[in-house]
């Protein structure tokens, strides 16, 4: 998010072009200290985060190179670092196509190609190294399906499918009055779309929807906003490695987070991020998830006491 707010500067400043490999340089510094598994996550959320929303809103066809880049980070976490050095690489082509932007953007596209390629050449030589060798994610079942990259890759892929489901439900209904009696069938539905996955796969779903969540406020660029949203961050990378029970306190305390008074977000925001627009709705909703993980965390106690 910072990397991302240091960006918008050197736009502002115009200074995008002469700031594009010392920015490449910095976020490999940032993340070269990672050990090899943390550090292939970390560049799998930069590489969503950063890729993705760069040219977003200028034609069309960015919400296809949006879903080739996230399904290029989900293969390299689930499948081989290949697939995320190969988007930054093949980026710059993109950037050379040419298109219609607003004037302060001008500069991006030969600046992203530098930046681009920066990072780019980084991972391939780490790769190279076999820094990431054993580094991407798999999950311990006995089911074929998880056995292979591209069994979990697919599987991953399910789930982001799931999550959009979600969000698109959500916003379908959050304008309307009766969403407050949909908000706990809702919660229901994806709790119940998530119980086909191995205890490793869930845990993954919820790290990732807990962060997610913490993100649809943080919608104004205010700092409290960013503030929650950077600790419901914290509290799912603390639930994943410490104890679900963490979640569950996450999300009870963000179903309260709902009748803060603040500046609604507009119903086209709201079909993007999820967003429920009457709070008592997406207190139920959160509430609901909250005690389920209440519940998936006192199996997991059990599990390991046994």
């Given at each position: 998010?910072?990397?991302?707010?240091?960006?918008?500067?050197?736009?502002?400043?115009?200074?995008?072009?002469?700031?594009?490999?010392?920015?490449?340089?910095?976020?490999?510094?940032?993340?070269?200290?990672?050990?090899?598994?943390?550090?292939?996550v970390a560049w799998a959320v930069a590489t969503?985060?950063?890729?993705?929303?760069?040219?977003?809103?200028?034609?069309?066809?960015?919400?296809?190179?949006?879903?080739?880049?996230?399904?290029?980070?989900?293969?390299?976490?689930?499948?081989?670092?290949?697939?995320?050095?190969?988007?930054?690489?093949?980026?710059?082509?993109?950037?050379l196509i040419p298109r219609d932007l607003p004037a302060h953007q001008h500069d991006l596209p030969l600046a992203c190609l530098i930046y681009d390629l920066v990072i780019g050449v980084?991972?391939?030589?780490?790769i190279?190294?076999?820094?990431?060798?054993?580094?991407?994610?798999?999950?311990?079942?006995?089911?074929?399906?998880?056995?292979?990259?591209?069994?979990?890759?697919?599987?991953?892929?399910?789930?982001?499918?799931?999550?959009i489901a979600q969000i698109l439900v959500v916003g379908l209904i959050s304008m309307e009055s009766y969403s407050i009696w949909l908000a706990a069938p809702v919660a229901?539905?994806?709790?119940?779309s998530t119980l086909w996955l191995p205890r490793g796969g869930q845990k993954i779903f919820w790290a990732v929807l807990t962060a997610w969540t913490g993100m649809t406020f943080a919608h104004s660029g205010e700092l409290?906003?960013?503030a929650i949203f950077g600790l419901m961050g914290l509290l799912a990378v603390l639930g994943f490695r410490k104890s679900p029970f963490i979640w569950a306190g996450a999300w009870a305390f963000h179903a309260l987070w709902h009748f803060l008074?603040?500046?609604?977000?507009?119903?086209?925001?709201?079909?993007?991020?999820?967003?429920?627009?009457?709070?008592a709705a997406g207190a139920v909703f959160e509430l609901s998830i909250a005690a389920y993980l209440l519940w998936f965390a006192l199996q997991e106690k059990s599990k390991s006491r046994a």
């Open positions: 998010m910072g990397f991302s707010y240091l960006i918008g500067i050197a736009t502002q400043l115009g200074i995008l072009i002469p700031a594009a490999f010392p920015l490449g340089l910095l976020l490999v510094g940032l993340f070269y200290w990672l050990p090899a598994r943390t550090q292939l969503v985060w950063l890729l993705s929303s760069v040219y977003l809103g200028t034609s069309d066809i960015e919400y296809a190179l949006l879903i080739v880049v996230v399904i290029a980070a989900i293969a390299g976490v689930f499948w081989s670092p290949w697939f995320i050095a190969g988007i930054w690489m093949i980026h710059p082509l993109w950037d980084y991972l391939i030589f780490r190279r190294s076999k820094f990431f060798e054993g580094a991407t994610v798999g999950l311990s079942t006995s089911s074929k399906m998880f056995s292979s990259g591209l069994g979990r890759t697919s599987a991953a892929l399910i789930v982001l499918a799931v999550i229901l539905a994806l709790i119940l409290l906003e960013l008074p603040r500046e609604h977000i507009s119903h086209e925001t709201a079909l993007l991020m999820g967003h429920w627009m009457i709070p």
